[in-house]
């Protein structure tokens, strides 16, 4: 029934500004499915950008996806410059793995995992 991971939208005020600055992070260009839904991809990452409205306003709201990096205090950086808070963390988790949850500029949570501190 289910066969993969396809993509995580965020609801967002702008998304035009949303998406531009997750495709610098990334590195590709943003993409337009129409005026309503942008996004970026860059192999099985798809990440997509609709205006937030009644339903589904921009915040943490119970769920959060994690990117996986080589370096989690590098990351963390390079997120803060970028206008991140860090919100959770970081921590090491019962697997050994360090973790850490960040707010985007656009109020949006963005985890971040690793094997490296």
């Known amino acids: 029934m289910f066969k993969k991971y396809d993509s995580t939208v965020y609801f967002v005020e702008d998304i035009h500004?949303?998406?531009?600055w997750y495709s610098d992070i990334v590195g590709v260009a943003v993409k337009y499915?129409?005026?309503?839904?942008?996004?970026?991809e860059k192999g099985d990452l798809k990440?997509?950008?609709h205006p937030e409205d009644k339903k589904s306003s921009h915040g943490v709201a119970g769920q959060t996806t994690y990117w996986r990096v080589d370096f989690l205090r590098d990351s963390i950086e390079l997120l803060k410059n970028?206008?991140?808070?860090?919100y959770r963390g970081p921590l090491c988790t019962s697997l050994n793995e360090h973790v850490?949850?960040?707010?985007?500029?656009?109020?949006n949570?963005?985890?971040l995992?690793?094997?490296n501190a």
């Open 109 to 111: 949570s963005l985890g």
């Open 33 to 40: 499915e129409n005026e309503m839904y942008a996004y970026i």
């Open 113 to 115: 995992i690793s094997e």
């Open 100 to 107: 850490c949850i960040l707010i985007d500029p656009f109020g």
């Open 82 to 86: 970028k206008g991140a808070v860090l």
């Open 47 to 49: 990440i997509g950008f």
């Open 17 to 20: 500004s949303a998406a531009k």
